[in-house]
């Protein structure tokens, strides 16, 4: 698949890898370059694909780049979740939206190629959704301990969101129902949120 990894000297500049990363993955992530050739990528980026070798050694490494620059950003929910400067509640729904935004724009085609495609980075992917329902976990343990949510089990109630996100591993489950993963993560702990906090 595509040109073999060469043993050129890479550049070391990671202020252009991260600029170039953030140019290329709204692209990536819509489906349209993930089978790209390295002149493809090259076209858009506007440089030479001598110049895209200097910094990348492969297609692959590119994606992998893609896919860690989304992650960083998804996992940006965290910080959301866990801010004591704001009421409890209102950390719940702003990591969600957080989470949320930064979901969009990543189509269901994307995700079944990378699944087909790129195993060990679809893993990498689950990896990072299964540590994010351990800090949900976290977060409902507090809820319950300061009498903000019901008196549910903590630890079901994190099994419930990482049941849910393994029916998610499969792309083809959203696209024949006509979902995205953006809107079927947001909706999801949206109606969970009716369940679990107590009503005033």
Known sequence: MGR???NKKRTDNPEIRAKWIKQLSPKYLDGSLIKSTTSDIAKELNVS??????YFESRKQIL???VDFKIQEVAEFEEALFDQSIPYEQRYFQ?????????AGIS???????KDWYPELWKKVFQFMFYATDKMREFYEQGI???????????LLALTDRVFIT??????FL?????????AINDYFLIKSKGIFKKE
Do not use: C, M, R, W
């Open 49 to 54: 694909k001598a110049t895209l070798y200097k």
């Open 145 to 155: 301990q300061q009498g903000i949510l019901n008196d549910f089990d903590p630890k």
């Open 175 to 183: 696209i024949d129902n006509e979902l995205s993963l953006h809107h």
């Open 4 to 6: 073999k990894p060469t």
């Open 108 to 114: 269901n085609n994307f995700l079944l190629d990378l």
């Open 167 to 172: 029916a998610l591993s499969d792309p083809q």
């Open 95 to 103: 990591a969600v939206q957080v989470g949320s935004v930064h979901l």
């Open 64 to 66: 992998e780049a893609v």
